[in-house]
């Protein structure tokens, strides 16, 4: 499984980006699919991310901002409104398997005051 994500760059706060992701490879590999990011000095956390069953998670920030949809079976969007600074980070596409993770190559969001 491959995953190519696409859509970050430079937004001033209050601003809003849309992060695609695509998934080639065998699909039946993915059991959820979703969006981690990883500001500078920071863990890497989970952002917003399907579940197996579905449904959806997304970090307290986040929560009536960023909303996360399957456009298809193999691609996955992030939609960032009101977007603060402190969003500022690489965001990567993420799939979990059966008994391995994937990752993307992520992408820069950058938003400034």
């Known amino acids: 499984v491959q995953l190519q994500a696409s859509g970050g760059g430079l937004v001033q706060a209050g601003g809003s980006l849309r992060l695609s992701c695509a998934a080639s490879?065998?699909?039946?590999?993915?059991?959820?699919i979703g969006w981690y990011r990883q500001a500078p000095g920071k863990l890497r956390e989970v952002v917003a991310h399907?579940?197996?069953?579905?449904?959806t998670n997304y970090v307290d920030s986040v929560k009536g901002r960023f909303t996360i949809s399957r456009d298809s079976k193999n691609t996955v969007s992030l939609q960032m409104n009101s977007l603060k600074p402190e969003d500022t980070a690489v965001y990567y596409c993420?799939?979990?398997?059966?008994?391995?993770?994937?990752w993307g190559q992520g992408t820069q969001v950058t938003v400034s005051s």
């Open positions: 490879g065998p699909s039946f590999l993915i059991k959820a």
């Open positions: 399907f579940t197996s069953g579905g449904s």
């Open positions: 993420h799939a979990a398997g059966f008994s391995d993770d994937y």
